[in-house]
């Protein structure tokens, strides 16, 4: 280690607190009347003139830097898939008994030379040394995420991926890993050889569907060394049986496919669960059987998409509403349009009124029937004939120009909950372009996202909801929201953030307003690696929105065990993260006081088995070994774990690394310094004491 002194004022201003410190002891001892000795007064001078002198010093803001040599030693990263494909073959009790104990060796073997660190992998990338086999899904291309965001610029000797090579989560991990720099071995885990085996591949059905209406479902089975034998595919729903098929399997590689229609005869969440009579000798019957879940829904939301011209914004909003099974979506220009208003749940109106097509008379109808709109303003908005429409805004432009405006979450915002996901996404979308103008906003209205106009938040609105009573409006205050839903795609693959942003808007605007003073919010199915959620409002007896009350809610299982909860209070609302719950049937009441009056809430929701991993157990060595040859390793097995520790010391490329680290600290920071003077100081005061020197 070595060190510098650096100033922050010019150098030669040492010449000066030299002098100040130097004139300072020989004002103060030359001649003292005291006459406490020639070799005295020398003394005290010179403890004087280093005091002054530092003390000078250190106004000039010295830094001292120092030089520091740093060994870095190469780290080896071991990764465990702790999934559980791994459980559900022949060999499993090898992988919870010897196969942790060959490995607790290959780390202690590999420590002795090497900084050894473990990580686990499934449904996270995580640091991890315990490995219990028993996470509901395999992303393998998390692997490479974690390592490029925690170990990018690090001396990481190389990577041990331990895995059967499933994946069935992310990407492909091979196209995944290159982004890797890193030197990266394999241990093939599980067992390739087929066994006899009968499979519920998957059920594919609607999540939503509507009393009365006859719903598809889609059930995809796989035999493997099953030929000529025989399987009853049944389908039942609380207990009695609603289909069934004997499914006849003639080769050893069987895949089949039943389409079937089921009809919705019952409202509420329907639980049916579908199974496979398991054959002879069958090596799991865990993968035999799934439950799905449907929700039936009295009648579909009618929902009016008008617009004053062909535009891009429209046709996004329409298919995402059509992706919601809740809404049926019927879209027009203005001057096609010759419907009855009455019969739709909410109309959304794309720049209406506009200076072309004002149709005072259909917008006044819409009102006076207390039909929810949602208005988009823009270029071809008429805004002196839309701020007649009581849409709960008013804006007064300033010029004919348009801002850019980014979208800002507003985090006080309660009309309705949006998942995290939705609230970080909004820092990646493009701007809307809302008229440059005054916006003045009703008592009622709620901003949901503010204008960022360059890096200034304002208090402008992008997106504001209001609620007159009977009628609740919501605008839009730019066009090019379909800018957003290319934006989604392109950095998530899928709509889900869009969807789910208008999703909520049409919600809460169509909604039929609920005036209970005590609202609980939760979707009604879950799954079992899910944690269960619940949003709450609590409204005073003049439907003011509170949150002073305590929130309790207790969930009951199908055997009537309760798990009571209670509520964690937001800005003006409540929430709950009540964590997993094993697969089943459950019902929840919540309860509240205000005042001398007790409120409750019930309702019911059902979790979900993900059984992902038990549709494929034979392992994929493929993928092992091609993650292996493609980034600078071998692939090994277990039981070669000498061999494989012999390989990575004879890399030449493992080595520690030596670098140099530079640190700056202000020396006037330094206790070392101050106990100095603080000594110097007192060693001048006992010997003026001494002398007589006063």
């Not at 399987?231 to 039943?258: A, C, M, P």
């Not at 000798?281 to 439950?291: A, F, Q, T, V």
């Not at 459950?586 to 509240?592: L, N, R």
Request: with cysteine.
């Amino acid at each position: 280690m070595s060190f510098d002194i650096t100033f922050g004022y010019p150098a030669w201003l040492v010449i000066i607190c030299l002098l100040l410190g130097g004139g300072y002891a020989a004002i103060l001892y030359y001649r003292n009347k005291s006459n406490p000795g020639k070799k005295t007064s020398i003394a005290l001078g010179i403890l004087r003139f280093v005091v002054v002198f530092f003390l000078a010093i250190l106004l000039l803001s010295p830094m001292i830097e120092r030089l520091t040599n740093v060994k870095e030693d190469p780290m080896m990263l071991f990764v465990q898939d702790n999934t559980g494909s791994l459980g559900f073959v022949p060999d499993s009790a090898y992988y919870h008994n010897a196969y942790l104990d060959e490995v607790k060796f290959f780390k202690e073997e590999l420590g002795k030379d090497y900084d050894v660190r473990s990580y686990t992998f499934g449904e996270s990338f995580s640091r991890n040394d315990k490995f219990t086999f028993d996470e509901k899904y395999t992303d393998m291309s998390a692997i490479f995420v974690g390592l490029q965001t925690t170990y990018s610029n690090r001396n990481v000797g190389a990577v041990i991926v331990a895995s059967d090579g499933i994946y069935n989560r992310g990407i492909n991990p091979v196209y995944a890993s290159g982004t890797n720099k890193f030197p990266l071995y394999t241990i093939a885990l599980g067992d390739t050889i087929p066994h006899k085996d009968v499979i519920l591949n998957d059920v594919l059905h609607n999540r939503v569907t509507y009393l009365g209406n006859k719903f598809p479902m889609q059930v995809n089975i796989e035999a493997r060394e099953c030929s000529e034998e025989s399987s009853t595919l049944t389908i039942t729903r609380d207990g009695e049986r609603v289909f069934s098929k004997t499914i006849d399997i003639h080769t050893d590689h069987h895949f089949q496919t039943v389409d079937l229609t089921m009809e919705a005869d019952e409202v509420g969440m329907q639980r049916y669960h579908v199974s496979l009579s398991p054959v002879e000798g069958e090596i799991s019957i865990e993968n035999n059987s799934k439950d799905i879940f449907i929700e039936v829904l009295e009648s579909r939301q009618k929902i009016l998409l008008l617009s004053n011209t062909p535009h891009p914004d429209v046709g996004a909003i329409k298919q995402s509403l059509e992706n919601n099974e809740n809404y049926e979506v019927k879209s027009f220009e203005i001057d096609k349009f010759d419907e009855n208003v009455e019969q739709f749940n909410l109309a959304i109106l794309h720049q209406l009124p506009s200076l072309k097509h004002p149709r005072a008379e259909l917008l006044s109808r819409l009102e006076e029937h207390n039909i929810p709109r949602l208005f988009i303003t823009g270029r071809q908005t008429n805004i002196s004939a839309f701020n007649d429409q009581n849409a709960g805004i008013t804006i007064r432009p300033r010029s004919g120009q348009f801002n850019e405006a980014l979208p800002q979450f507003n985090h006080n915002f309660a009309l309705f909950s949006i998942s995290q996901d939705a609230k970080d996404f909004f820092g990646l979308l493009p701007p809307l372009y809302p008229h440059f103008a005054n916006y003045e906003k009703d008592g009622s209205a709620r901003t949901f996202l503010y204008q960022k106009i360059g890096n200034v938040i304002t208090e402008e609105p992008l997106i504001i909801l209001s609620d007159h009573g009977e009628t609740k409006t919501g605008v839009i205050t730019g066009e090019g929201i379909w800018r957003w839903r290319l934006h989604n795609f392109m950095h998530k693959q899928n709509h889900h953030v869009f969807d789910e942003l208008i999703s909520k808007i049409a919600q809460y605007l169509s909604v039929i307003e609920d005036k209970s003073q005590l609202r609980i919010y939760s979707e009604n199915i879950f799954y079992e690696n899910e944690p269960v959620r619940f949003t709450a409002e609590v409204y005073n007896h003049s439907y003011e929105l509170i949150n002073e009350p305590e929130l309790h809610l207790t969930i009951y299982n199908e055997e009537g065990v309760d798990y009571p909860f209670v509520f964690s209070r937001t800005s003006n609302a409540y929430t709950l993260d009540a964590g997993t719950f094993s697969p089943g049937d459950y019902t929840y009441e919540a309860k509240v006081t205000i005042g001398d009056d007790r409120f409750s809430h019930k309702g019911a929701f059902s979790v979900a088995e993900l059984n992902i991993e038990k549709l494929q157990t034979i392992a994929n060595h493929q993928i092992m070994y091609r993650l292996a040859a493609e980034n600078d390793g071998k692939l090994f097995y277990p039981g070669q774990w000498s061999e494989l520790i012999n390989e990575l010391k004879q890399r030449e490329d493992i080595k520690p690394i030596l670098y140099s680290q530079k640190q700056f600290e202000d020396a006037i920071s330094l206790r070392g310094i101050f106990f100095l003077i603080l000594l110097l100081v007192t060693i001048e005061w006992f010997i003026r004491r001494r002398s007589g020197i006063f």
